[in-house]
């Protein structure tokens, strides 16, 4: 059992920066790949990011490339998701999700993941 928890979520006009963290319990999250998801009112779920066991390896949708980053620190049990230049679409419920796949690559379905937190809103204005 892994239970997540987000924070890090806000008001923040566009342009801007915030960085979610999502903390897990447990002695096994080195061994779950995480992933970032969102869903914005009225809108179905949507991959963000995903990040391999060992943060060797990373995946994005092509919407935030080159803007959002996501990051783990096995030792904390925490995984980030680092959003730069915002923008009023990035507006959204933003989850992360635990998936304990051996062979990850970037599952974009929600089905797939095993795990979800709680979820933190983030909302750009413009």
């Known amino acids: 059992q892994v239970q997540l928890v987000e924070s890090g979520g806000g008001l923040v006009q566009a342009g801007g920066s915030l960085r979610l963290s999502c903390a897990a319990s447990?002695?096994?999250?080195?061994?779950?790949?995480m992933g970032w998801f969102r869903q914005a009112p009225g809108k179905e779920r949507e991959f963000v990011a995903g990040?391999?066991?060992?943060?060797?390896?990373?995946y994005y949708v092509d919407s935030v490339k080159g803007r959002f980053t996501i990051s783990r620190d096995n030792a904390k049990n925490t995984v980030y998701l680092q959003m730069n230049s915002l923008k009023p679409e990035d507006t959204a419920v933003y989850s992360c999700?635990?998936?304990?796949?051996?062979?990850?690559?970037?599952?974009?379905?929600?089905?797939?993941?095993?795990?979800w937190g709680q979820g933190t809103q983030v909302t750009v204005s413009s």
């Open positions: 999700a635990a998936d304990s796949n051996a062979y990850y690559r970037g599952s974009q379905g929600p089905n797939e993941y095993d795990y």
């Open positions: 447990g002695r096994t999250f080195s061994t779950y790949a």
């Open positions: 990040i391999s066991r060992i943060g060797t390896r990373t």
